[in-house]
């Protein structure tokens, strides 16, 4: 007959799939029952009418039958009274003490921020965010997604997540995971697109509950998707993330790079390490004849380099409707093999190692 132990060290490798972390250490699992060949387990989620409880049910079940000389397997699902989830959620946020800072950003995390700016809004800042983000998972890191242009947040729409929620367990927020991105966005919690008519201090204390009441779990690089110019909220991920490195995004316009040398110097002046420059949507490429339009003129990417005394990282090509969904360019596109190429150049200046 098998014991509790064996129960316990069985189940150790089932975790929570939201939150990634077994279901032993959440101390989700109470109830073992051992009779013969039969055990019985009793499972706490947080929420009920969770929608990963069947999952959870399964992955238990099944577990439990691979013991050697379990024949018969129960697993019932209950939910967790208030106090247990407060407990549920203190273990995740990890803090022996309420005051000490948030996981991510304790010096030990092993977590790099990058931060992609821009000067003027519209030069696909945001699109350029999202595809490196994905390509950086691609590579095989963990990546995560704050969007902090919480005025003009767009991140969610571009993974096609609009309408998704997080779950919120004791006010810690867990991010929504998609391609292996985590992504947290004001979007998740404006109601029905209403605009949001916050002033600087809030902004700046809602950029700080993104650090501090997500479970971010483990994460090897963070990207911020900060507001065009250079505002209050650029300003506090300064002051949040004094060692965050940052990507300039411009056009080829002269404008455009004009700005963006601002947003660059103004990273420089609070020691951000610039890492270099994109140029998005650099020129058309003619799908029959490859000869390339540079429908936006040139120059603006090595402009905005040579005053910031960096690399332009990537060129980005201008993508057709049909080459783009959402805003995600597929792998084959000329857009995604430029993406892949970026996340390569951008992995080494972070100081990470792509993954085997
Ligand atoms: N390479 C590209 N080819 C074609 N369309 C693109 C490309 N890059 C971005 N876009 C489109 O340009 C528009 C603006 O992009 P995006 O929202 O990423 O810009 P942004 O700089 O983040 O803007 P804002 O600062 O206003 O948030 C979007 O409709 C996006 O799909």
Excluded at 116 to 121: D, E, H, L, P, R
Excluded at 187 to 211: A, I
């Amino acid at each position: 007959m098998v014991t509790k132990e064996q129960v316990l060290e069985a189940l150790r490798d089932v975790e929570d799939p939201e939150v990634h972390k077994s279901i032993v250490e959440l101390d989700m699992v109470r109830d073992i029952e051992i009779s013969g060949s039969t055990v019985s387990v009793k499972v706490l989620l947080t929420i009920t009418g969770c929608p990963l409880r069947t999952v959870i049910e399964k992955s238990v079940s099944d577990k439990l039958l691979a013991l050697p000389g379990v024949e018969q397997a129960y697993v019932e699902i209950g939910t967790m009274s208030d106090e247990e989830r407060a407990k549920f959620a203190s273990k995740l946020r990890g803090r022996e003490e309420p005051q000490s800072p948030p996981a991510l950003l304790r010096p030990d995390a092993g977590v790099e921020f990058l931060a992609v700016a821009s000067g003027k809004g519209g030069v696909g800042k945001s699109t350029v965010t999202a595809n490196l983000a994905k390509a950086l998972a691609n590579e095989g890191l963990r990546v995560g997604v704050i969007d902090a242009d919480i005025y003009g947040f767009s991140i969610p729409g571009i993974f096609g997540v609009k309408e998704t929620r997080p779950t919120v367990i004791d006010e810690l927020i867990i991010p929504i995971e998609v391609d292996n991105v985590k992504l947290i966005s004001m979007h998740f919690f404006v109601p029905n697109n209403n605009p949001v008519v916050w002033r600087g201090p809030m902004l700046g204390k809602m950029l700080r509950n993104f650090f501090a009441e997500v479970h971010w779990g483990d994460v090897d690089v963070v990207l911020l998707d900060l507001p065009p110019g250079t505002g209050d909220i650029a300003m506090d991920v300064h002051q949040l993330l004094p060692k965050s490195k940052e990507l300039i995004v411009t056009t080829p316009q002269t404008n455009a790079a004009d700005v963006a040398v601002r947003a660059g110097v103004m990273g420089q002046r609070t020691n951000h390490e610039i890492i270099g420059v994109v140029e998005n949507m650099s020129y058309f490429e003619c799908g029959s004849c490859g000869e390339k339009a540079y429908l936006f003129g040139r120059g603006g990417g090595n402009q905005v380099a040579s005053a910031l005394n960096v690399s332009v990282l990537a060129q980005v090509p201008i993508a057709s409707m049909d080459e783009q969904q959402n805003g995600l360019f597929a792998p084959q596109t000329p857009q995604g093999k430029a993406f892949k190429a970026l996340a390569q150049a951008v992995i080494p200046a972070l100081g990470l190692a792509v993954q085997a």
